[in-house]
């Protein structure tokens, strides 16, 4: 039986039919067609799939859909706005935080969710912060570097 | 994953009547907690129930409060918000560090300490930081509610003492007094990210004389599952931690752990690092008490 869930993503109201097995992140890519949460593992361990779930920080592959009902999801797709991309979005360009992008999505969620706690974090802070997010091409220093400059611009403070 | 149904009762009555209705009606049935393990178990084919509980709705799984003098952390209450509640941070560092270790920030916004007692790993970080705390099960049953000491509750590996149609509703313990310290560390070879090789809890509490009157040491990852390692606190008991006691705690733990020997560690390597992290477990402790623990 198919489960009927409403619930909020991005602050917009959505709705949606799905089997209990499904995912959230299967539900974002294939039925809502927000792509930017990748599936690097579907096992927890990478945090490609990041989103946060009322607030909290989690990997949508260890979400089920149904699990949303009445909840608010955001997603890497709620950062930008249209006038301008996230700190964090520029200065992973800015630094060339990213190569094939696939962990982007998942670390911009995460370092935003950081930064909204802490807005100082140092530099230990925010590599143990993103443990979870695994990159296979940077080699992690220009993402830290970036996740750095984005904090003191959030400040106010020039990077 | 294979097909299941999911429901999520909102209430303690309509979950225990789900629970009754399952059992009666033979449905295999398993309750979702943050679900970063049954998920991932699920998905690789080692668990294929019928039904899905989410008890996350059921508002005493998520409660996270001091009644008087106990501290209460509902079964389904997510390590992010267990590790920052004031009082875990202050009197329970020992305890808040266990659920910091717990896989990455991600994780952390899901996993639940209950679901790691239930998971009932040998190497779950918070298990032997609950038994050193003298933490108590608060079991959910068909006509009512039990407790159970947590040493109790984990009886083999991926096993624990809840019957079918019993649930976890709560973990709880005395909030510590003065002289009081808890400590937990794991040794793995990452930092973060990682499933402990040997992990120890203890909490000590002194006299005002600074003589220890109380000692809990609790190991994990050296046996099916984690235990109280009594004769270990025995030994610290009318010390002041001098490093003859400390010895004398390392050597009992040592003699009480049955580590296996795999991929992460021979045996014999598991024990003598279990004596190791117990002298550095108690010394942090027994700074705390003197620290932390005076106010
Ligand atoms: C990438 C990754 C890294 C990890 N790293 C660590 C680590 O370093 N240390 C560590 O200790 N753990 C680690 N874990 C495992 C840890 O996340 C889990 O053990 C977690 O704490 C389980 O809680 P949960 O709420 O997610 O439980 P769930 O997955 O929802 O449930 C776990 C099991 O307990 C049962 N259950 C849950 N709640 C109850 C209840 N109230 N009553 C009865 N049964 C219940 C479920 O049916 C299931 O069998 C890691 C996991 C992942 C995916
Ligand atoms: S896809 Fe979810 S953590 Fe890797
Ligand atoms: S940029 Fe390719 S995985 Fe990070």
Redesign the interface.
Same mark, same amino acid.
């Given at each position: 039986m198919k489960v009927h869930v409403q619930t909020e993503v991005n602050g917009e109201a959505v709705e949606f039919l799905c089997d209990p097995t499904t995912t959230l992140l299967e539900v974002l890519r294939d039925n809502l067609g927000l792509r930017g949460s990748k599936e690097g593992c579907g096992t927890g361990d990478c945090g490609a799939c990041s989103v946060e779930l009322d607030g909290a920080l989690a990997c949508s592959c260890l979400i089920l859909a149904a699990e949303t009902q009445g909840r608010s999801v955001a997603t890497i797709e709620g950062v930008a706005t249209p006038e301008a991309l996230h700190p964090l979005q520029s200065h992973l360009l800015k630094s060339a935080g990213l190569q094939c992008g696939v962990c982007t999505p998942g670390i911009v969620v995460a370092a935003k969710h950081l930064l909204e706690q802490d807005p100082n974090p140092t530099e230990e802070a925010v590599r143990y912060f993103l443990a979870g997010n695994l990159c296979r091409c940077t080699g992690y220093d220009k993402i830290i570097r970036a996740v750095l400059d984005a904090a003191a611009e959030m400040r106010g403070e020039a990077a | 994953? +294979? &097909?299941?149904?999911?429901e =999520?009762p909102s209430s303690l009555e309509a979950l225990r009547a789900r629970l009754a209705a399952a059992q009666g009606a033979g449905e295999l049935t398993q309750v979702?907690a /943050? /679900?970063?393990d049954l998920?991932?178990q699920m $998905? +690789?084919g080692q668990r294929a129930p019928g039904l !899905?509980l989410?008890i996350?709705r059921v508002g005493e799984t998520q409660a996270l409060a001091v009644d008087g003098d106990t501290l209460v952390i509902g079964a389904s209450v997510?390590a =992010? $918000?267990a590790k920052a509640f004031p009082l875990v941070a202050e009197a329970f560092p020992g305890l808040a560090h266990a659920i910091d270790l717990i /896989? *990455? *920030?991600? !994780? +952390? &916004?899901?996993a639940s300490l209950g679901g790691n007692l239930c998971n009932a790993s040998p190497a779950g970080d918070t298990i032997p930081a609950l038994i050193a705390n003298g933490f108590e099960a608060q079991i959910l049953t068909a006509e009512g509610l039990r407790t159970l000491p947590v040493e109790a509750f984990v009886t083999g590996v991926g096993k624990n003492a809840l019957a079918a149609g019993e649930v976890l509703l709560a973990l709880q313990a005395p909030v510590p007094g003065p002289r009081s310290g808890d400590a937990y560390q794991r040794f793995t070879p990452r930092t973060?990210?990682d499933i402990a090789v040997v992990g120890v809890g203890a909490r000590l509490t002194l006299d005002d004389a600074g003589v220890i009157a109380s000692a809990r040491i609790a190991l994990g990852a050296v046996a099916p599952h984690a235990f109280l390692a009594e004769a270990a606190g025995a030994a610290l008991v009318g010390t002041r931690g001098e490093p003859e006691a400390l010895e004398a705690a390392a050597a009992a733990a040592m003699e009480a752990a049955k580590p296996i020997s795999d991929k992460r560690g021979s045996a014999d390597f598991r024990r003598r690092i279990c004596g190791v992290l117990v002298k550095r477990v108690v010394a942090q402790a027994l700074e705390r008490c003197t620290t932390e623990g005076a106010k």
């Open positions: - | 994953m +294979q &097909g299941f149904a999911y =999520a979702l /943050g /679900g970063t998920l991932v $998905k +690789q !899905i989410d996350k997510p =992010a $918000k /896989g *990455s *920030s991600q !994780i +952390q &916004g899901r973060e990210m």
